[in-house]
């Protein structure tokens, strides 16, 4: 037996050798293959979109509030709150959203020495009953009079009456499910437009704008994917081909089934209601199946990761997202600040924050009193104009839409 | 020591030098007489119901309310004494046990939450909604033996590793249910705006302590959550060790050692372990009733395999069969992560690592400790402890002579 | 898939169909479908059927070995074959194609192998030496598990950068799936035929060695009477570690032939569904039973794809946990029943 062992240790160990001997050999004839195969692509901005679907032209971000007011502010000791995801596996969202309030707040307090505020992150990791649990902890503070987040929306309803029944202006830059402002919370603001603008605005846009006449929507399962479907498949109406509406789950990463029958059905469009882990293959495994129609997702899919995954069966999809692009200064400011580019939803934490700091710089230093200025502010952010409705909702919704290429 | 599992000596020893504090703790609490246990009891839980008012720092959360924390500690430490009682006592291997807290939380959320075709809070339904939420927890716990009964029925036959896997694949079942079937569940939507206990409404609070606008301060919901928990907790204490004590629990030991000789010496092994099995999933039935009430908003999410893998986790750190020892098990797989909350080293997050950690912990502890930290004591004589001190004091005669 | 809902516009996906019609439409297309998860299921089977013949124990962990496998595929690939991840397709020809799959193939299965005999060095061989108990060696096994799993999702990031995480590697996609031809309808893809081929040949390998070789009848005694093999001459240690090393290379291999399948599938959490559902197969087979391992597999994948044609895409999961159930309610033996130890196996 131990000679044998010992042979056979001996065959792998020179089955590796050769491996790596082939390997050393190869490895001069592929230098070549390398651009052939890199993807270039990018998710660029294209143009933002009403609720009717039709094209608009992008605000103008010059006049957007700078957080850095007029330099001559002063308050007592105040923060500011952020609440969400800042481990785990959806941390890079709550990350984005805490670095764009914390470029506000530095900003403020750069250009203000009278006035320093102070951010006090909270991480929530996407949890609604740790949400439950630190809620309490943000509202025990007497010093923060204001809340960026949280930012998913199972997580807002497991703690919007929390913030509601104390007081605390709670302004969410990410949580999209149409169902929070519904609940009659007087601290709930939403700082981007919600599922239900955003599946109206797009489904418009397939119909009116691009006038297609056979739409296939394919929803994840999930409250964000289906919420979003589910509109979707509402306003188009008759456009919405109702033999194939697919659900799959969200974990899933075969999509052979689903490709099979929207090859059948042979749609002008298909639109995916879910997040990128899974619009990647599907993309993929529906341009290897042979489908032509355009792919169409929303902010779930509107992710570096979904080029990085989906390589070149990406190109020509098209992105709808309530987040709208970072300008041009703002991204160097950002990436000099922390060192990667902005990502989705930093540009409502920047914006967010700063209609706080106004608020606190305008000398409303108290809870009831900064409520009472988030709820009659009207103003221009980077992102977009800010203005709510009675519900937190925002007042003119901009849906942008972003195209793979 | 007596009754213990045998196991190698010359590891054990060195272990059980390092290890020595939990059998010190172990001994010391059995050698003490039923009123001084009694005595102490009440200290602790009096001791440990004051914490959230009187945090000393080095225990407090930072990051999280700790009147929350132990709020979660206590619905895992029910789960756990539950959990105890198949796995410790009777020696079943359960790995999904969350289907039951899943019952039990969806049975209270399907009653109660407007969003549930089943809702009964309303004109037509029968539950008033003052006491709604206390009225759902035995119809919780009953849905969730019921369930138990029906899972262990078939189930029970089998035997060690098959009957781990087939209550893994129930449990599975279970969440995808609960995830599919969006017409009654609302799926991966959720239930919201579940009933909670409204005790002490006034104008400052006007839905009362146990709800989500009890905010402020150190007698926050979570504190309010943790103390109802921690009466409930005694409670099924005070039960589960009178099973303990019992012909059932002896029978559940002897099902555990050798299931073939009980069987032999005319123990009903199959009623015996149904026994258990619905007895553990009414347990976690009332957790799950407890957690439906304090998070308002239940999930298919949150009841997956990992929590499964946890909650065992918390039976076999703390000493499978010992249902203080698993109240301590569960302690430290709810607070560690929540203390650790935003705790950066090397870079990383802390709290990112916790599965890591008990991962590790684990198969270090089944190495060198696998009966866990405070292990069980038999206690199949009636009169044990009086016995040994006869017993003893013969010796010391003996000696004497 | 499709809803029974073809009157309304607005379709809140119906909870179960009874899409009896779209079973038999794409009925020889679903079952080759069907067969090549099967082969997949079917090598990853065997890992946990064998060690469970010999040891009488089911190693949970077996699942991360698989994970493991798939980033050693890749990462021969990346780094030492010199790929690029990018998302799309390089074309090499067949010839070389295959040899760089192959490589990447011995790869994985080094990686796999090499885990698994680290971890039954590491986990389980000290709980034998002090005679645990069976719930014992479950325990670390999770323990063991959850180790892995998170050393890849949190700590290979910091030793190999771009290397585990929370997202999907990039893939590397050597093959681009394409239909070879058609049969009976069904079309077969060339991802299919590299797959159910490898997988067939390695099956046939692993039975040849463990019914025909001299380490194979070692392997069969010890599962069937330990003690007595000692007697016999037999070492259980080497005994275990071949069992071992064998599950771990049949993982290496299916790790690869997944990446074909799935390129984005390399994940820190890419093993752990799959490997439950490899372990449904191998206790519906029959564990400890080579064959039922296989067997098992592959009905496996077939009933998969059936059960998610005829009530929906998003029952796929529960189809693989419910036959998971009623195997072991009604023949826990399985189908084909005997284990490893018998003289038929």
Redesign the interface.
């Known amino acids: ?1 131990r000679s ?2 010992a042979r056979s240790a001996f065959a ?1 160990a020179s ?2 050798l050769l ?2 001997g ?2 050393g050999c ?2 001069q004839s ?2 070549e ?2 651009n ?4 270039n692509l990018k998710i660029v901005e294209q143009f933002p979109i009403g609720d009717n679907g039709a094209k608009l032209t992008p605000p103008d971000t010059s006049a957007a509030a700078d957080p850095a007011g007029d330099g001559k502010a002063t308050c007592p000791p105040l923060s500011i709150a952020m609440a969400g995801a ?7 969202l709550g990350i984005n959203i805490k670095n764009g309030v914390q470029l506000a707040i530095d900003k403020h307090n750069k250009a203000n020495p009278g006035c320093q505020v102070q951010l006090k992150p ?2 929530t ?1 996407g ?4 949400a ?6 943000i ?2 503070d007497p010093f923060t009079i204001g809340l960026v987040g949280p930012a998913f929306s ?1 997580e807002t ?3 919007g ?2 913030f ?3 007081g605390l202006v709670a302004t969410t830059a990410s949580a999209t499910n149409v169902a929070l402002s519904e609940n009659g919370w007087k601290t709930f603001f939403r700082g981007l437009g919600n599922d239900g603008a955003q599946g109206t605005a797009v489904a418009n846009y397939l119909k009116n704008t691009l006038a297609l006449k056979k739409v296939c929507v394919v ?1 994840d ?3 964000y994917g ?2 979003l479907a ?1 509109v979707v ?2 306003t ?3 456009t ?1 081909d ?8 969200k ?4 999509f ?3 490709v ?2 929207l090859k059948g059905a042979a749609p002008e469009a298909i639109f995916y209601g879910g997040y990128y ?1 899974e619009a ?2 599907l993309a ?1 495994q529906l341009k ?1 199946g042979g489908v032509t129609a355009t792919f169409v997702s929303a902010d779930g899919t509107k992710d570096p ?1 979904f ?8 190109k020509d999809a098209l992105l709808s997202c309530p987040c709208s692009p970072a300008p041009a200064d703002f991204a160097k400011e950002y990436t000099a600040a922390f060192g990667q580019e902005p990502g989705t939803y930093s540009t409502e934490g920047y914006d967010l924050g700063t209609i706080m700091l106004k608020g606190i710089d305008a000398g409303k230093i108290t809870r009831p009193d900064l409520l009472e200025f988030v709820k009659t502010y009207d103003g221009q952010g980077i992102a977009r104009k800010y203005q709510w409705t009675d519900k937190g909702e925002l007042t003119t919704n901009l849906i942008w839409i972003y195209k793979v290429q | 020591m007596s009754g213990q599992e045998n196991s190698t000596d010359a590891p054990e020893k060195r272990t059980s030098v390092l290890l020595a504090p939990g059998d010190v703790i172990r001994t010391g609490w059995a050698d003490l007489g039923r009123i001084p246990k009694w005595g102490f009891g009440i200290l602790l839980f009096g001791l440990l119901a004051m914490l959230p008012l009187r945090t000393p720092p080095f225990l407090d959360t930072p990051g999280i309310s700790f009147g929350a924390t132990m709020a979660q500690f206590v619905m895992v430490a029910i789960i756990a004494i539950g959990l105890n009682v198949v796995v410790g006592q009777a020696g079943l291997l359960d790995l999904g046990y969350v289907g039951f807290y899943a019952v039990g939380a969806y049975t209270v959320a399907l009653l109660t939450s407007p969003s549930s075709p089943w809702n009964q809070m309303g004109v037509n339904g029968f539950l008033h909604s003052d006491w709604a939420w206390l009225s759902c927890v035995p119809l919780a716990m009953a849905v969730t033996a019921l369930a138990g009964l029906i899972l262990g029925i078939p189930t029970l036959r089998l035997r060690g590793d098959y009957l781990a896997i087939v209550t893994l694949g129930f449990g599975e079942i279970i969440r995808l249910l609960a995830d599919n079937l969006s017409d009654i569940t609302n799926g991966s939507r959720g239930l919201d705006r579940i009933a909670y206990p409204r005790l002490l409404e006034n104008q400052q609070r006007p839905n009362g302590v146990f709800s989500n606008g009890n905010a402020a301060g150190d007698m926050n919901y979570g504190t309010w959550w943790f103390w109802l928990g921690l009466i409930l907790m005694v409670v099924i204490l005070l039960l589960v060790g009178n099973l303990e004590r019992s012909r059932v629990g002896r029978a559940w030991v002897a099902i555990r050692e050798d299931e073939d000789a009980a069987e032999v010496m005319g123990v009903n092994t199959f009623k015996f372990k149904l026994w258990a099995f619905v007895i553990g999933a009414c347990i976690g039935g009332l957790s799950g009733a407890l957690y439906a009430g304090q998070v308002q908003y239940v999930a298919p999410t949150n009841f997956n395999i990992i929590n499964s893998m946890l909650f065992l986790v918390a039976v076999v750190l703390g000493g499978q069969g010992n249902k203080l020892g698993v109240i301590f098990g569960a302690f430290i797989i709810v607070y560690l992560p929540n203390r650790l909350l935003g705790v950066t080293a090397f870079g990383v997050n802390l709290g990112d690592l916790k599965y890591l950690f008990f991962g590790l912990a684990l198969v270090v502890l089944m190495i060198f400790r696998p009966q866990g930290l405070f292990p069980v004591r038999q206690q199949l004589l009636a009169y044990g402890k009086t016995a040994r001190n006869l017993l003893r004091s013969a010796d010391d005669e003996k000696a004497a002579a | 898939m499709i809803h029974q809902c073809a009157d309304q516009v607005v379709c809140q996906a119906a909870n179960i169909n009874f899409n009896v019609d779209g079973l038999l439409n794409g009925f020889w297309q679903l079952t080759v479908d069907g067969l090549s998860w099967g082969a997949i299921y079917a090598l990853v089977a065997v890992g946990y059927t064998l060690v469970f013949g010999v040891l009488r124990l089911i190693n949970f962990a077996h699942s991360e070995i698989f994970m493991l496998g798939m980033f050693g595929a890749y990462f021969c690939l990346d780094y030492i074959l010199g790929f690029s991840p990018s998302g799309n397709a390089y074309n090499k020809g067949v010839g070389l194609t295959i040899l760089y799959l192959a490589i990447a193939m011995l790869f994985a299965m080094l990686v796999s192998g090499s885990a698994a005999l680290g971890l039954e060095a590491v986990a389980y061989r000290p709980l034998r030496r002090r005679n645990a108990r069976p719930l014992t060696f479950l325990i670390t096994a999770i323990g063991m598990s959850f180790v892995l799993q998170e050393f890849v999702h949190f700590i290979l990031p910091r030793i190999i950068p771009g290397y585990g995480g929370s997202n999907a590697q990039q893939p590397i996609i050597l093959v681009q799936p394409k239909t070879q031809f058609t049969i009976f309808g069904a079309s077969v893809s060339n991802v299919t035929i590299v797959i159910i081929a490898s997988a067939m040949v390695l099956a046939l390998l692993t039975d040849i060695a463990i019914n025909r070789t001299k380490f194979g009848r070692g392997i069969r005694a010890v599962a069937q009477d330990s003690t007595t093999a000692t007697l016999m001459g037999v070492s259980r240690e080497r005994i275990i570690m071949t069992t071992f090393l064998i599950g771990g290379l049949l993982a290496g291999a299916a790790a690869l032939l997944y990446t074909l399948k799935v390129p984005q599938g390399i994940i820190y959490s890419g093993g752990f569904l799959l490997g439950i559902k490899a372990f449904s197969a191998a206790v519906l087979g029959g564990i400890g039973n080579l064959r039922g391992a296989l067997l098992g597999g592959l009905l496996l994948g077939v009933m998969e794809n059936y059960g998610q044609a005829v009530f929906g895409t998003q029952w796929r999961d529960v189809v693989a946990f419910v036959l998971l159930v009623l195997v072991l309610l009604i023949r826990p033996t399985g189908i084909l029943g005997e284990s490893l130890g018998k003289a038929r196996a």
């Open positions: 037996m044998r062992m792998l089955a590796g491996v790596v082939i390997a190869s490895k592929t230098p293959q390398d052939t195969a890199q993807t800042l481990t785990g596996a959806d941390a890079a909270f991480d990791e949890d609604p009953q740790k439950t649990g630190i809620a309490p902890q509202v025990d199972g309803k497991a703690t009456t929390v509601d029944q104390a929803d399962s999930t409250d289906l919420g589910t498949r509402t188009l109406g008759a919405a109702s033999s194939c509406n697919i659900q799959v789950k974990g899933d990463k075969d052979s089934a689903a099979t029958q882990a990647a293959p993929q290897d990761e080029v990085k995954q989906g390589g070149e069966a990406t």
